[in-house]
């Protein structure tokens, strides 16, 4: 029986472990993206809140969320690109994307290229979603609470 593709190398032991180590990274990286960096602005501008009410504090929110998630972006595609010259490929797999296959496109052969950090955004999205919904639904942080106030 002949083979007729090339073998791969087994990777080394330290090439998969820093493997492992950038996509736990990206993992960090993509809940600071949609977790942490929000609820520390909102901490922040929280703090900075005076009596008065002003807007500053929410441009100042607002602007430290866009530049955050810019920087985290562009670190996250940094990492993207060093897993794939880490593990010497274009770091993809081929597959059918669900909403090409609404339009039509699940009778097209060409099928479209998913990267690692397309992987954990997906998935780092779905966990901040659950998020919201347990912080809203099951915790009930109402911080009024119902019936006559009281003195």
């Not at 090439?15 to 922040?44: H, Q, R």
């Not at 005076?50 to 972006?73: N, R």
């Not at 609404?102 to 966990?127: C, F, Y």
Request: aromatic share 8%; glycine share 6%; with cysteine.
């Amino acid at each position: 029986m002949e083979s007729t593709g090339t073998a791969r190398k087994p990777r080394s032991l330290a090439v998969t472990c820093a493997l492992v180590a950038i996509v736990l990274l990206m993992i960090a990286g993509s809940v600071t993206l949609w977790i942490a960096s929000p609820i520390f602005w909102l901490w922040l501008t929280g703090r900075l809140q005076a009596t008065q009410p002003a807007m500053w504090p929410y441009v100042l929110m607002l602007s430290g969320i866009l530049v955050t998630s810019i920087a985290v972006g562009k670190g996250l595609a940094a990492l993207n690109r060093l897993y794939a010259r880490t593990s010497r490929s274009d770091a993809t797999v081929r597959i059918h994307l669900p909403w090409h296959r609404m339009r039509g496109g699940e009778h097209e052969p060409k099928l479209h290229p998913v990267t690692v950090l397309d992987a954990v955004m997906v998935i780092s999205v779905v966990v901040a979603v659950i998020a919201l919904f347990a912080f809203y639904f099951i915790e009930n942080p109402s911080p009024i609470a119902p019936g006559p106030a009281k003195d």
